[in-house]
């Protein structure tokens, strides 16, 4: 359980933040900043939201105030001097990639609020619900142990992305009522669902559609259909979407699901130097401690692994041939 009294007691003490999350960041990442800073606004404290990655173009709609910032050097200044940093939604610290050596450097007091497994001891307190099936979830707690009075429509509306994006649009196991009960008040308090979901979701580009048109009907199976997964290479990614900034493609991954037979999806994306690998799977196939395997992490039925200076068909054959080992420990384990 997390101690929201003590996050409370640390916002109260300082006066400068900045907060941060991951490379590439979803809907948990971008909307639990920003409701995390609509927060500090209204306590009239000092807040700069910098991140590595862009903010994907179908989570701005989010920051009318432009408030999340891509980082460059010139940061620096504002981020050493910071009294607080705030990780949120990742616990280590090599997901922030160009940002590590500055957050090594800052003298800041640093904090963790997420809901991922093993978090990487580089802050001075970590705040971790593992059960917590979003980000945004601890940061709605977080505001209503202040103030619940302080949750307005626009921090409704980036809270309600946070959870619904990282639920699978209320799919996945681990979703209560608690987590509708939430939801509920978040819609009562003036958010619009369905406005929320089509621009996360029905808002894509014609190349990006596209893409993921291709990519389905690339679909391969091992294991008799129980795995499917997604090759992105850069041949069919500069076909679509020629760029060399890395960009959210992570719901492609859900299509392989949708297989009667398929028990595990994947999807191989890859990077200008590396390959990032998105996980998901049904029932109580662990995907988290196959993508532990290779240093990644994630949860249950949502995981990933990144490999930085590795060859695409080099990742293929090492975690298809782990995933089906897996698999097979993982049925025999049912009988």
Known sequence: ?????????????????????????????????????????????????VNHSSTPE????????????????????????????????????????????????????????????????FVDEIFVDVDAPATGILIYYLIKNYDEKLIDKKTADALYTAIMTD?????FERIT???????????????????????????ISFEKLKLLGESICNIKLEMDGKIAYMILDRNILNKYVPSDEEFDVDGFVNYCLSLKSTILGMLFFELKNGVKVSLRSKGTFPVNLLAEKFGG???????????????????????????????????????
């Open 297 to 335: 992490g994630g949860h249950l039925n949502a995981a990933g692994i990144r490999l930085d200076g590795e060859k695409l068909d080099d990742v293929l054959n090492k975690v298809i041939q782990q995933a089906k080992e897996d698999l097979i420990n993982y049925e025999r384990s049912l009988k």
């Open 177 to 203: 009522p608690e987590v509708h009960h939430v939801v509920a008040d978040l819609i009562a308090r003036g958010t619009n669902a369905t406005y929320i979901y089509n621009k996360v979701y029905n808002e």
């Open 1 to 49: 359980m997390i101690n929201y009294n003590r996050i409370i007691e640390i916002i109260q003490k300082y006066n400068s933040f900045i907060i941060t999350t991951h490379v590439n960041p979803d809907g948990d990442a971008i909307g639990s900043e920003l409701a995390l800073a609509y927060f500090l606004q209204k306590l009239n404290k000092k807040f700069l939201i």
């Open 58 to 121: 179908n989570y701005t709609f989010l920051d009318e105030e432009n408030l999340i910032h891509k980082y460059n050097s010139s940061f620096d200044k504002e981020i050493l001097n910071a009294e607080v940093l705030i990780a949120v939604d990742f616990n280590t610290i090599g997901r922030t990639r160009s940002m590590v050596e500055i957050l090594k450097r800052t003298k800041a007091y640093k904090i963790i609020i997420d809901h991922h497994r093993n978090p990487q001891n």
């Open 167 to 171: 639920t699978g649009s209320f799919r």
